[in-house]
């Protein structure tokens, strides 16, 4: 997944730096959310200080630096107009604005990966419900080439039948990672919607609209994006050119840049995705410290960071699997996200009070330790990591 111009570039060194993490902190838990970088938070407290004197917020230019993040997000995932990004609360907002604009009959299907994140799931269950249509729960096998057979099963799921298909690029609980040129593929030939929620990927791993062609791409900022919570970004397709939003903000409607005269009411909406903006979705505070992150981002590359997570683990991951543990194979899997899965006998419950001991912080999720490396994340905090594994196993 490496383009031609990152491979040209030199390899990602560590940036713990650009972080205010403490030295004894081991931070694998970038899923859970990601740490703001130090430019980001001194851009949040800028932000802030504006308002003290509220005519340093000035009108109507202060109202479109939206505009400005849909550019930053729209290179980051290779979108050519920016105004097909919607700025948003989160996930489950895009996911609704979608439910709300796709017609599904009783007679088709509505396609979701296995216990995925429930913000791209819940809209899919009321649209369900409501039409009469089948909702198909593709779930992976227990045996060996898991993440490969877990693709398969999900092509065989999409028929003539799909209406929707509503997946993530890589799972939330283990890294598993999803062909989505091969899933846009399929959905394009039964003429399927594809609603993608990329929060756990966007930002430390490449995602190329043009390639994938999805009609919603979803991110929360607060993960990968390294970004604030509450806010979120959207690619909405030309499917989605004449739906409803699911609020009528008055920022959305044309000529809404004229303070003077916004009571001539507009019944048409700016062009793209900007009529499914949220309301106040110029928010003085949250968009600076958004942009500041995405500016970083595409700097470091997504490219360069999941090669930078994945050398950074490979000897662990083979001393790992040594002492027992197990993880998917490199091609299914993600760099930056991973389930590490147990050996027979390893107490999860001592596991995790041991983490908390070394000040390791990761997740359980069933079974399965989820490590979500980045660039902050260096050989010490692996020595450290490896240390609890050890002795869990001794």
């Known amino acids: 997944m490496t383009s031609t111009a990152s491979a040209a570039l030199p390899a990602l060194t560590c940036q713990r730096g650009a972080f205010q993490l403490p030295r004894d902190a081991h931070y694998f838990n970038c899923a859970y959310m990601g740490p703001l970088p130090r430019v980001s938070e001194r851009a949040g407290v800028e932000a802030l200080t504006r308002k003290r004197l509220p005519t340093s917020i000035v009108a109507p230019d202060d109202f479109w630096d939206a505009d400005k993040l849909r550019a930053l997000f729209s290179q980051l995932v290779n979108v050519g107009d920016p105004n097909r990004i919607a700025v948003q609360p989160g996930v489950s907002y895009a996911v609704a604005t979608a439910a709300r604009n796709l017609q599904v009959e009783a007679s088709q299907n509505i396609v979701l990966t296995h216990e995925q994140f429930p913000g791209n799931v819940y809209s899919w269950h009321r649209l369900a419900t409501e039409s009469g249509a089948e909702l198909r729960v593709v779930k992976p096998p227990e045996a060996a080439g898991r993440g490969a057979a877990w693709n398969e099963?999900?092509?065989e799921a999409i028929d003539a039948s799909t209406a929707v298909v509503a997946v993530p690029q890589v799972h939330w609980t283990d890294g598993t990672l999803f062909d989505l040129v091969e899933v846009g593929r399929r959905c394009r030939e039964v003429?399927?919607?594809?609603?993608?929620?990329?929060?756990?990927?966007?930002?430390?791993?490449?995602?190329?609209?043009?390639?994938?062609?999805?009609?919603?791409?979803?991110?929360a900022t607060y993960k990968w994006l390294l970004g604030p919570y509450s806010l979120s970004l959207a690619y909405f397709g030309p499917r989605f050119n004449d739906g409803v939003p699911l609020e009528e903000t008055w920022i959305a409607r044309n000529n809404s840049e004229d303070f003077q005269n916004l009571v001539d009411y507009q019944d048409a909406y700016q062009e793209g995705a900007v009529r499914y903006d949220v309301s106040e979705r110029a928010n003085f505070f949250l968009l600076?410290?958004?942009?500041?992150?995405?500016e970083l981002l595409l700097e470091w590359k997504p490219e360069r960071i999941q090669e930078y997570c994945a050398?950074?683990?490979?000897?662990?991951?083979?001393?790992?699997?040594?002492?027992?543990?197990?993880?998917e194979r490199e091609r299914w899997r993600s760099s930056h996200l991973f389930g590490l899965r147990m050996p027979e006998g390893v107490d999860l419950a001592s596991l995790k009070q041991t983490l908390a001991?070394?000040?390791?912080?990761?997740?359980?999720?069933?079974?399965?330790?989820r490590l979500a490396p980045n660039v902050y994340n260096d050989l010490d905090d692996v020595d450290a990591l490896m240390g609890v594994l050890r002795e869990a196993v001794s």
């Open 191 to 219: 003429g399927a919607a594809l609603v993608v929620d990329a929060t756990q990927s966007v930002g430390a791993m490449p995602f190329d609209v043009e390639a994938v062609q999805p009609d919603v791409l979803t991110c």
């Open 153 to 155: 099963r999900l092509l």
């Open 311 to 327: 050398e950074l683990t490979r000897e662990m991951l083979v001393e790992a699997g040594e002492l027992g543990y197990s993880v």
């Open 357 to 369: 001991e070394r000040n390791v912080s990761a997740s359980l999720r069933g079974s399965a330790l």
């Open 288 to 294: 600076p410290i958004a942009a500041a992150s995405l």
